[in-house]
């Protein structure tokens, strides 16, 4: 039986391709705190925990009330983040929110934690979604999931996958990012040594499957949106704006304050 879910935003403003990406502005809350409150609406998030190596973003987040973990600026990985920020906190199973989605569904996160609560031998569970055409199959910072017939992942790939030599359906999805742990075994997770596939792939999850160890696929309807870039906030703001769920959620969140 699962006790308590918590989960963990992991953000850092050093980004390569959006500096200060967690902080921007999008209709009047910086984008961290879209994200931490959307998980807050999830039901069976009992609470809601940025993990950040960088004092901006706790001051931040202190200040509109909610609670900010400091880790190490040393992580490679958000999952590495989470664990260690999880040594402080006290929960069952965490849930690892991407920083960069403020457009994040709550009813994805009661997917991704939904499970734990009904079989006792699931380590880990990653959230899926639909690959929307050709273009998605064939980008490769699309990170590709291929499931079984019990709905596991065999396999995570950038690339095109399957080759098709045959026509036919394959149960091949987009790999969201959004992803849930037993507490105890995201300890166990970051400390098993690097994998081959791992590393070629620059897939973190693979490490798991090339250990031996089951993760469960879950499949989302909607579409998540990640913020990789400053020009992507436009887009962000007019869906919060013109879709009725999405304008919702904001007027949701921002009764938060």
Do not use: W
């Not at 929307?132 to 910072?141: I, L």
């Not at 999805?173 to 970051?190: K, M, N, P, S, W």
């Not at 990789?228 to 969140?253: F, G, M, R, T, W």
Request: hydrophobic share 45%.
């Amino acid at each position: 039986m699962v006790e308590k879910v918590i989960a963990v935003v992991p953000a850092r403003m050093a980004s390569s391709r959006f500096p200060g990406k967690p902080l921007v502005d999008i209709a009047g809350l910086p984008m961290i705190e879209h994200v931490r409150r959307r998980a807050l609406l999830a039901e069976g998030v009992d609470e809601a925990v940025v993990a950040t190596c960088d004092q901006e973003i706790a001051d931040v987040v202190d200040a509109a009330g909610g609670k900010a973990v400091m880790t190490s600026d040393q992580h490679e990985r958000s999952t590495e983040r989470v664990a260690e920020a999880m040594l402080s906190l006290d929960g069952d199973v965490v849930v690892v929110v991407q920083g960069d989605e403020p457009l994040l569904l709550p009813g994805d996160l009661e997917l991704v934690a939904r499970p734990f609560g009904k079989a006792d031998e699931i380590e880990s569970v990653s959230l899926l979604s639909t690959l929307e055409g050709e273009a998605d199959f064939f980008n490769p910072n699309i990170v590709k999931a291929a499931c079984n017939q019990s709905g596991y992942i065999m396999y995570y790939s950038r690339a095109a996958i399957p080759y098709v030599q045959k026509e036919g359906a394959c149960p091949i999805y987009r790999e969201t990012g959004i992803r849930a742990f037993r507490a105890d075994f995201l300890q166990r997770y970051v400390n098993l040594p690097e994998t081959p596939f791992e590393i070629v792939e620059s897939i973190d999850m693979m490490r798991l499957l090339e250990h031996g160890h089951r993760v469960m696929g879950v499949v989302t309807e909607g579409v998540t949106f990640g913020v990789d870039h400053a020009n992507e906030v436009d887009n962000i703001i007019s869906i919060l704006e013109s879709d009725p769920i999405q304008s919702d959620l904001l007027d949701k969140i921002r009764a938060c304050d």
